[in-house]
């Protein structure tokens, strides 16, 4: 279910190692490029069992998820 406008956190139980949970999209202040510009920022949480995957890893593996959002990766 989606909410308009809610940043609220899912609660997710899955047996999978990572899973994504996309919420909602809103426009607020940002600071980019050291400007404060109003920009569209999505919602997502990221859940990572850390039995299965490492923490470093698993900091790699979302960093690099943001900047392939962010550039517009496949689009």
């Known amino acids: 279910m989606m909410f ?3 940043p ?3 609660l997710i139980d899955t047996t999978y190692p ?3 949970a996309i919420g909602s999209i809103v426009k607020k ?3 980019h490029r050291g400007n404060i510009e109003l920009r ?3 919602h997502m949480t990221v859940l990572i069992n ?3 995957v490492d923490g470093a ?3 790699r ?3 690099k998820l943001i900047k392939k959002l962010e550039e517009g990766y496949g689009f």
């Open 4 to 6: 308009k406008n809610n």
């Open 8 to 10: 609220g956190r899912p």
């Open 18 to 20: 990572v899973a994504l």
């Open 29 to 31: 202040p940002w600071n």
């Open 40 to 42: 569209e920022i999505l």
């Open 50 to 52: 850390h039995d299965v």
């Open 57 to 59: 890893p698993a900091a």
């Open 61 to 63: 593996f979302i960093r």
